[in-house]
């Protein structure tokens, strides 16, 4: 029988939505899951991400995610002076991008708007599920544009100033386009990076262009209903030569889990996956994964319960009561793989 969106439900309090980071990346709460106590119950230790390097060891890879968060959102004016926005979501070629348009009803095709001198947005097709097809119109690289026009899209439930918005990127993201963060790897600091090294393990690079449907609630209803959008991937070959080889392959983030797993579900090391990871789902690459705290009925909490199981549930609430921060700025678990 076919599991529905209510199973992964919770009850996530306001007051555990962190809408800020940490003071800094490792001072991050980490629950650590140690599996099943005598009892019954879950066996965890409280720690934070300073102690991250202690858990990975000689002949382990350590898998981050490098895309880089780009500045999608443009808050723009009509002619009219109403305002307007456009939120870019992924490149089509030849300076045209799907993306999120609001008002869409008063934005037909062929509006023009100036965002800057010298650049501009031009509203063309609608596409399915609600997106429109845009033009970036710029004297310049659409990159030098983005930079000083746009914003990085913050996730809906932040809503209030974040003062350091340079904490919505990871220490080692390279390549742009992603429109969101992959937010465990927001914990990692250059000191716990050459750690991990010097204990032994790799620490290896994929990109996962993380787009707004990572985050999409289910469809109410089956699983079987829910359509999974395609995210472009790419795993470099010495990165897939090295976790054939690994002693233990840890994901930082469930993007990397998504990278890895699609290269070898599809056995290409470059594409677009839909790859939707459920239970009953037979890893192949990925042993231990740190992640954030997600959102009540998530795919990403389906993943969460096809690498553990149900006990999910007891150690987000456990975190909830214990006080942990929640979501994209929030504190992180670290799972090894139910076998």
Do not use: C
């Not at 019954?40 to 350590?62: F, I, K, N, Q, Y």
């Not at 300076?95 to 965002?115: E, F, M, N, Y």
């Not at 009540?296 to 942990?324: C, H, N």
């Amino acid at each position: 029988m076919s599991e529905s969106a209510s199973d992964f439900d919770y009850v996530l309090p306001p007051e555990n939505i962190a809408q800020h980071p940490a003071k800094d990346r490792a001072s991050s709460r980490l629950l650590v899951d140690r599996g099943v106590d005598v009892n019954g119950g879950p066996a965890v230790d409280h720690r934070t991400m300073a102690d991250l390097p202690e858990l990975v060891g000689e002949g382990d890879v350590v898998v981050v995610n490098d895309t880089k968060v780009i500045p999608a959102r443009l808050r723009l004016r009509r002619a009219t002076g109403g305002k307007a926005e456009v939120l870019l979501l992924e490149p089509q070629g030849d300076g045209r991008w799907q993306a999120l348009v609001r008002p869409s009803r008063k934005l037909p095709p062929g509006t023009r708007i100036d965002v800057a001198p010298g650049f501009a947005v031009v509203i063309e097709d609608q596409l399915e599920g609600g997106r429109r097809l845009v033009k970036l119109d710029t004297d310049g690289s659409i990159e030098s544009a983005l930079e000083a026009s746009g914003e990085l899209p913050l996730p809906p439930y932040i809503t209030e100033t974040v003062r350091d918005i340079a904490r919505y990127q990871t220490v080692y993201a390279t390549h742009p386009g992603s429109v969101a963060a992959p937010t465990a790897g927001l914990h990692l600091t250059e000191s716990a990076i050459a750690t991990m090294q010097g204990r032994g393990a790799q620490v290896l690079r994929v990109q996962l262009a993380v787009g707004l449907d990572t985050f999409r609630p289910l469809n109410d209803g089956l699983l079987d209903d829910h359509e999974m959008h395609t995210e472009s991937y790419r795993v470099p070959p010495e990165t897939w030569q090295a976790v054939q080889e690994a002693n233990r392959v840890v994901a930082v983030g469930t993007t990397v889990v998504r990278a890895l797993e699609s290269a070898a579900a599809r056995n290409e090391l470059e594409g677009r996956s839909d790859l939707f990871i459920r239970p009953p789902y037979e890893f192949a690459v990925v042993d231990a994964l740190l992640t954030n705290f997600h959102l009540p009925k998530s795919t990403l909490l389906v993943m969460i319960e096809a690498f553990i199981g149900p006990r999910w549930r007891e150690l987000y609430q456990l975190a909830i009561d214990d006080g942990y921060r929640m979501l994209s700025f929030g504190d992180g678990m670290f799972l090894n793989r139910n076998r």
